[in-house]
């Protein structure tokens, strides 16, 4: 019969080692921190425009409104400001080019979730899509490793696209499945 007192020690042993390890991993995790955002771009028939919503950490958009001696909060400089400054920074850093024509943006307005900036805007359409460009280089300015998703849908036909600053832009003209 195995003694209790030493299979209870090497348990104490085991979790402890698990849970140094653990903690090591956890603390290489808060070293490298990981940038990005989503942004969903649908066509909508119905409203002939194509609608998006992006959702950014607040955070880093704060620091991107950020200067010198000069820190940018929502909480503090308020949610006007905020919407302020992010459709002129929406309007430098989202477009879409659709048939080799710039459409003009709409911003719409925000929503704070927690650490997260939920953003909706639009580009009122006039034609059929047949190809389209879609450039985010939202935080691109500021950080060099943000990496920001595209989920872009244009009637039954649906991709995910990965965007960085070495190619902040996607050209979609094949609309099959």
């Known amino acids: 019969m195995k003694n209790p007192v030493i299979i209870n020690q090497k348990k104490i042993i085991m979790t402890n080692f698990f849970t140094y390890i653990f903690l090591c991993f956890i603390q290489i995790i808060n070293i490298h921190e990981f940038y990005v955002s ?47 400054l992010l459709k002129k920074y929406l309007n430098k850093n989202f477009s879409l080019i659709l048939n080799d024509e710039k459409l003009k943006l709409s911003f719409i307005g925000t929503e704070i979730d927690n650490d997260l900036a939920i953003i909706y805007f639009e580009f009122s359409i006039k034609k059929k899509i047949d ?36 190619n902040p832009y996607v050209i979609v003209n094949n609309f099959k499945n």
Not at 133 to 155: A, G, R, W
Request: hydrophobic letters at 35%; charged letters at 30%; glycine letters at 2%.
């Open 38 to 84: 989503a942004t969903k771009v649908d066509y909508s028939k119905e409203n002939s425009s194509i609608q998006c919503v992006s959702r950014v950490f607040l955070d880093d958009l704060e620091k991107s409104f950020s200067f010198d001696d000069y820190i940018f909060s929502v909480n503090k400089n308020g949610k006007q400001k905020f919407d302020s």
């Open 131 to 166: 190809s389209i460009v879609i450039k985010n280089s939202i935080l691109m300015d500021k950080i060099s490793t943000q990496k920001n998703i595209i989920h872009f849908s244009y009637d039954s036909f649906k991709r995910s696209y990965l965007l960085s600053k070495k």
